[in-house]
């Protein structure tokens, strides 16, 4: 069964760090782009950042400069550092599949097609 799991949430202080993982299981997510998402409360889901399978990246404007996506295609994960959080970086963060093998990755979430289930990330004092 195909599945995109997500780690390393939790709360945090503003200036923190955290690195979120994403483990996929039953495919081999370099083959495809990945994307990271959030959902902040009473918001739309929003993409984050992602990797193509060339492994160019894009990023949100919000998070450039503060958050990195990266892929270890040996362990089947892909991350997401995240420094220099600050309250508005709360939220659940999702990670998906884009299963189109297609060249550029999105931060449409209307280009996944597959989601995690996702990952509490609260920064707080």
């Known amino acids: 069964q195909l599945q995109l799991v997500e780690s390393g949430g939790g709360l945090v202080q503003p200036g923190g760090s955290l690195r979120l993982s994403c483990a996929a299981s039953?495919?081999?997510?370099?083959?495809?782009?990945m994307g990271w998402f959030r959902r902040a409360p009473g918001k739309e889901r929003e993409g984050v950042s992602c990797?193509?399978?060339?492994?160019?990246?894009n990023y949100a404007d919000s998070v450039k400069g503060r958050f990195t996506i990266s892929r270890d295609n040996a362990k089947n994960t892909v991350f997401l550092q995240m420094n220099s959080l600050n309250v508005e970086d709360t939220a659940v963060y999702y990670c998906?599949?884009?299963?189109?093998?297609?060249?550029?990755?999105?931060?449409?979430?209307?280009?996944?097609?597959?989601w995690g289930q996702g990952a509490q990330v609260t920064v707080s004092s």
């Open positions: 998906a599949a884009d299963f189109r093998l297609s060249s550029v990755c999105l931060l449409s979430k209307n280009n996944y097609d597959y």
């Open positions: 039953e495919f081999t997510l370099d083959y495809y782009a």
């Open positions: 990797i193509s399978r060339s492994g160019s990246t």
